[in-house]
């Protein structure tokens, strides 16, 4: 067997150092990939499930909810003004179709009159097993009826 030269010992453990910091360059890569997708994919499911359980059966504010489609909202929310009353949804999607369907998307009923309230003067409450829903009341105690 033939020995190495020092210039050859030396390029070989540079050659290994090279290695190394590809493969460890490769696996961080990877984990960061790995990591953004998972964030992408259940980052939402993840903030809504816990915002679902700490507002569960809880008086909720307006601007918490998109109230075009009556649900919790995980995200930022959108004032639109509408006749001097502030309503608040998700997305410019959402603000478009209230605009358009106000006459009918103003209101709400009363789980427990089922009177048509307005939604900004509303008690609004996310109910327990709703699943984001949210149910408006006239007042705070038509809702304890409910519980």
């Known amino acids: 067997m033939k020995k190495l030269t020092e210039?050859?010992?030396r390029r070989l453990k540079t050659d290994r150092l090279i290695d190394r910091i590809f493969l460890f360059s490769g696996i961080l890569f990877f984990g960061i990939v790995s990591w953004v997708a998972f964030n992408n994919y259940y980052g939402y499911d993840?903030?809504?499930?816990l915002l679902l359980a700490k507002f569960e059966n809880k008086e909720i504010k307006g601007q918490q909810i998109c109230m075009y489609w009556?649900?919790?909202?995980?995200?930022?929310?959108?004032?639109?003004?509408?006749?001097?009353?502030?309503?608040?949804?998700?997305?410019q999607g959402c603000a478009d179709k209230l605009k358009q369907n106000y006459r009918d998307s103003q209101y709400g009923e009363d789980k427990?009159?089922?009177?048509?309230?307005?939604?900004?003067?509303?008690?609004?409450v996310l109910q327990k097993g709703s699943n984001g829903k949210v149910s408006y009341f006239e007042s705070e105690e038509n809702f304890n009826h409910l519980k």
Do not use: M, W
């Not at 909202?73 to 959108?78: A, D």
């Not at 427990?112 to 609004?124: G, M």
């Open 46 to 49: 993840i903030r809504k499930n």
């Open 7 to 9: 210039a050859q010992k």
């Open 70 to 91: 009556n649900k919790l909202n995980v995200g930022t929310s959108i004032p639109v003004v509408i006749d001097g009353e502030t309503y608040y949804v998700c997305c």
């Open 112 to 124: 427990f009159t089922h009177h048509r309230i307005k939604k900004t003067k509303a008690f609004i």
